[in-house]
């Protein structure tokens, strides 16, 4: 979410709830099938290296243009290659320029099976750059981006690795964007890029800053612009479980605009919203340097990795597009 919400988000205190979530067994996946069956299983240890990768000291914060972004972009590509996720487009990168430096997005593709509706595309998003550095508190300047957005860009690859091994009827891109931090360059740049394809995109799925829970909620994360479609309702129902909530400081601050969901709804007018469980009062930490690996839930982003997978399995094999927008 964007910088020029900074001064919102640090007038409410840090409230961290850690928990102590379990793999749970593999679930069972049905081929093809609309329906989904069976528990799912995330690997909580592959969650925390992952997070603890992309947040580490070595990525210098991941700012667009640095050899911090670059060492995050091959760690995503290795990832995608080793679950046999193809490149998009020629490679995994689509590149673009924005302020005088080159920034990368990383793109995967799975192809869908059936024969009609693998023309119909899902987009599973998130922006993995930071800002690099931040102000200095003691002898640290480095912002490290643990929740903002490594958190969701280790979801994203966590989905992208379950997904591999699951047939579905529907393509699914895994898309990670650079330059998020400098005003959403690089999920407009792919926007633009798809739409001039004439991509049949049904569903953008953005995620971002889902590292620690939220306190005394029904639900699991909220859903920016949750009125705008009925992507709340229907994913809540294929999960059988309320995943996602309405959070009123998200359409207060007009938090639908703020994420890389956003050039995906200009330009296609299409379901394209972002989760998240930052809720104002569970983190005090944004574009701080002390958005660490360590105040990060990862047993939390387990549990909800799991509960999202049920959601995306159906999505990509109804028969129809069952999720549209509001009139």
Do not use: W
């Amino acid at each position: 979410m964007r910088k020029n919400i900074l001064s919102v988000f640090f007038l409410f205190t840090c409230s961290l709830f850690l928990s102590c979530g379990q793999p749970k067994e593999v679930a069972e996946k049905e081929s093809g099938s609309e329906n989904f069956s069976g528990e799912v299983s995330v690997v909580e240890s592959e969650v925390s290296e992952t997070l603890q990768y992309l947040a580490s000291d070595e990525l210098q914060g991941r700012n667009t243009g640095s050899e911090g972004i670059e060492k995050a972009a091959v760690y995503i590509e290795n990832i995608f290659r080793k679950n046999n996720i193809k490149p998009y487009f020629e490679t995994y990168r689509d590149s673009f320029e924005t302020k005088g430096t080159t920034g990368y997005n990383v793109v995967g593709f799975k192809e869908g099976k059936d024969p009609q509706l693998k023309d119909e595309f899902i987009i599973i998003g998130a922006h993995y750059d930071h800002i690099g550095q931040g102000e200095t508190v003691g002898n640290d300047s480095l912002a490290n981006g643990a929740n903002d957005n490594a958190s969701g860009t280790t979801a994203v690859l966590e989905l992208a690795k379950y997904f591999a091994d699951m047939d579905t009827k529907r393509s699914i891109l895994f898309t990670l964007y650079s330059a998020e931090e400098l005003g959403l360059v690089g999920s407009s740049h792919l926007a633009q890029k798809l739409s001039g394809e004439n991509i049949d995109l049904y569903v953008m799925f953005n995620i971002e800053m889902i590292g620690v829970p939220m306190k005394d909620k029904s639900y699991s994360a909220y859903l920016t612009g949750y009125e705008l479609s009925n992507l709340a309702e229907k994913f809540n129902e294929y999960a059988g479980a309320e995943v996602v909530g309405f959070l009123p400081q998200a359409k207060e601050y007009s938090l639908f605009r703020r994420s890389d969901n956003y050039p995906f709804y200009q330009e296609f007018e299409i379901p394209a919203q972002t989760i998240s469980t930052f809720d104002f009062t569970n983190y005090e930490y944004y574009h701080h340097v002390d958005d660490e690996f360590e105040l990060m839930d990862a047993g939390h982003m387990t549990k909800l990795i799991e509960e999202i997978i049920p959601g995306i399995a159906r999505m990509a094999n109804t028969p129809t597009k069952e999720i549209k927008m509001n009139e």
